[in-house]
């Protein structure tokens, strides 16, 4: 308990010096996207896509190479897989999880919004399929912008980035370019797996890092979620927990995919460790 009360001494150390201004960084990326845009006249949606043609059957020629990785990669953009393999930090970490919680929801609100208002036809709704590569579903529609599966995973990245920042200058430096590269590879995979454009790519990561400074500013103001690192309410956890157990076996049955094996994996070990405790205080 002890350990616990550490750690999230220090997580809320560092979210407490996360300040609004922090925001100018993805803006600045997303405002240098829409003068480039404006500058190559390609604001409407077939000249968005136009323009950066070359680059996708570039990158996505490049990274379809290794289809078992992109395909397990791009797993980590699917909020509940990521969500399951940070599910043991709700235990040794939960100042973390309500972080999370505040950002994803913010996320899930900065995803939808653009989506319903921009119609962007995914790669596989405008190019012939034999033109690139598709690894695992097939989509298709007219909601590629942004990516979806990006903006997750900035989210959850700049969430954690923040909460175990070190202190040392060069450490935190080094920390940052760490959890921006992963991002990096991680989002890069919706090319790599033919699903969105690269500028979808970089405008959801952009709103994923948005979301996650959002999310902990949030925090800051209303503790909405404190109540988390409370053991009497982790049985709402359990039962979640449980629920997403059965979830990645089906998952596993259907695609049998390293990276739920993982997530499964953490899960297990959340509940085992969620139900030992509870019998522990029952014998007392």
Do not use: C
């Amino acid at each position: 308990m002890l350990k616990v009360k550490s750690v999230n001494t220090k997580i809320n150390d560092n979210y407490t010096k996360v300040k609004a201004y922090f925001l100018v960084f993805p803006l600045l990326i997303i405002t240098s996207v829409v003068v480039f845009l404006g500058y190559k006249g390609s604001l409407s949606e077939d000249a968005y896509t136009a323009v950066q043609k070359d680059w996708f059957f570039y990158f996505n020629a490049k990274l379809s190479q290794f289809p078992h990785i992109e395909y397990n990669l791009t797993q980590f953009g699917d909020a509940f897989v990521f969500l399951s393999l940070l599910s043991v930090f709700v235990l040794y970490a939960p100042k973390l999880w309500e972080g999370l919680i505040s950002a994803s929801l913010v996320s899930l609100v900065l995803s939808r919004v653009p989506k319903s208002l921009f119609d962007v036809p995914r790669p596989a709704e405008i190019y012939d399929e034999s033109s690139f590569t598709i690894i695992g579903e097939k989509l298709v529609g007219y909601s590629s912008l942004p990516s979806g599966h990006s903006i997750t995973i900035f989210t959850m990245l700049t969430v954690l980035v923040f909460a175990f920042m070190p202190k040392k200058r060069m450490k935190r430096i080094l920390w940052l370019v760490l959890g921006i590269g992963m991002g990096m590879l991680l989002a890069s995979t919706r090319v790599g797996v033919g699903a969105h454009h690269p500028l979808d790519v970089l405008l959801g990561g952009s709103i994923g890092i948005a979301s996650g400074i959002i999310g902990i500013l949030i925090n800051q103001k209303l503790p909405l979620w404190s109540w988390v690192s409370n053991e009497k309410y982790h049985f709402v956890f359990l039962i979640l927990f449980l629920g997403s157990m059965g979830v990645l076996i089906d998952k596993i049955r259907t695609e049998n995919l390293v990276v739920y094996y993982v997530a499964l994996a953490s899960i297990v070990y959340s509940i085992y460790i969620i139900t030992k405790n509870y019998v522990r205080k029952i014998k007392k």
